[in-house]
């Protein structure tokens, strides 16, 4: 692995950078401690398919059903409620995380070369953050996106992505869940999809193989790969 690996503390999150020199690509990611096991092969895999400099920012969740949710929702795992907190985890990447890196690293984040992306829960609050006006991103990777969240496709039809480059994957056996909420998942990713190529997004669906716990590092990877190549 050519990156170099830093711990940080920024404002309320501990931070984890893989870093180079020479950056082209900034890839800023939310996670939580099974993305964080699996960031070796996920930086790994990029290195290996993509010839592009980057620094990759992983930002540790402390509350993950509370800081990634745009608007609060019935629990459907066990008894935690979803919360409202995705409009303080996007000020806290724009105000905080990305002035600290460019003042800390003397580094230059802007739309051109920063990527968001996320994983889950991660990649619904990727989803929504693609929606909302005066985002520094490029285009965003959406893995596994808990895109059967409550009230998310209407919010998704109804408002203009802000982003010109997206990538969604799925597992194929995702749907297969004991857990109601979760067998729309097939129908509603591919309703993301269309809603983003009607609204002029460039935007590519792949499918990979398991459930939604299988390799997750590596597809997130294979996003981060995808966008890299669209400029």
């Not at 968001?116 to 996106?145: D, E, K, M």
């Amino acid at each position: 692995m050519r990156h170099q690996k830093e711990i940080i503390e920024i404002g309320e999150h501990i931070c984890i950078l893989h870093k180079e020199e020479n950056v082209k690509f900034f890839i800023i990611q939310p996670v939580d401690s099974n993305d964080t096991e699996e960031l070796g092969r996920q930086i790994s895999y990029i290195e290996e398919n993509s010839e592009a400099s980057f620094i990759h920012i992983a930002i540790r969740i402390n509350k993950w059903n509370t800081e990634l949710t745009p608007w609060a929702a019935p629990p459907v795992f066990g008894k935690t409620p979803f919360g409202d907190g995705a409009v303080t985890t996007l000020l806290y990447i724009k105000d905080e995380l990305i002035p600290t890196l460019k003042e800390r690293y003397h580094l230059e984040l802007n739309q051109n070369n920063t990527l968001l992306g996320g994983y889950s829960l991660a990649g619904l609050f990727t989803l929504w953050s693609s929606y909302q006006s005066n985002i520094p991103f490029y285009g965003i990777v959406s893995a596994s996106p808990s895109a059967w969240y409550t009230g998310w496709l209407d919010y998704a039809e109804n408002h203009q992505p802000q982003i010109r480059n997206a990538y969604l994957s799925l597992g194929d056996k995702e749907e297969k869940s004991k857990t109601k909420m979760i067998t729309t998942i097939k129908r509603d990713i591919l309703r993301q999809e269309q809603i983003f190529k009607d609204k002029g997004i460039n935007c590519m669906m792949e499918w990979n193989e398991g459930n939604h716990f299988q390799d997750n590092g590596i597809r997130i990877a294979k996003g981060f790969v995808w966008l890299m190549q669209q400029i």
